[in-house]
């Protein structure tokens, strides 16, 4: 049984507070493997960033969520639709990178249950370089793209042949 502390939730950012999010996004570890990226971050940045985030709620009735973790901000994810694609972003404070795998599993059981979303792909800077738990579930390479002028590795997960455990 899990302790109440290991419960993962899920919010909208805009129920975090902007500093929090703020620290979050200019902490190098992360800016390391976040490309897009680029120049000055500050709270207006990261203002713009919310709702922008929160517009493609607008627009698509989904979109990035804040995930607590334990009730403790522990970083941001989410389904974004590019196209149509729907693509899925994880982005964690390193002190919660071992969540990870819990949270890709939510995700994959939510887009299994929304028809929506047939399939679910993952764009994945050059600097990142372990693929293991994305070919564990079943994501396949599909090509090399660039995106906002940074290439990017995409990988699909069909929905209806997740592996599960």
Known sequence: MRHPRDKISYVRLTDVPLDVIDRHMT????????????????????ADFVATKESYWERDGLGHQAILHGGTYAGWGGFQKENDEWDYGLVLRPEFFGIGPRIIEDAIAFAR???????????????????KSLARLGATYDEELEYNGV????????TDTVKTR
């Open 27 to 46: 902490d190098p570890r992360i800016a390391r493997h976040l490309p897009l990226l680029d120049g000055v971050w500050d709270r207006d940045r990261t």
């Open 113 to 131: 249950a929304d028809a929506r979303i047939p399939f679910v792909t993952f764009l994945l800077p050059l600097s990142r370089i372990g693929m």
């Open 151 to 158: 290439r990017f590795r995409k990988f699909r997960l069909d």
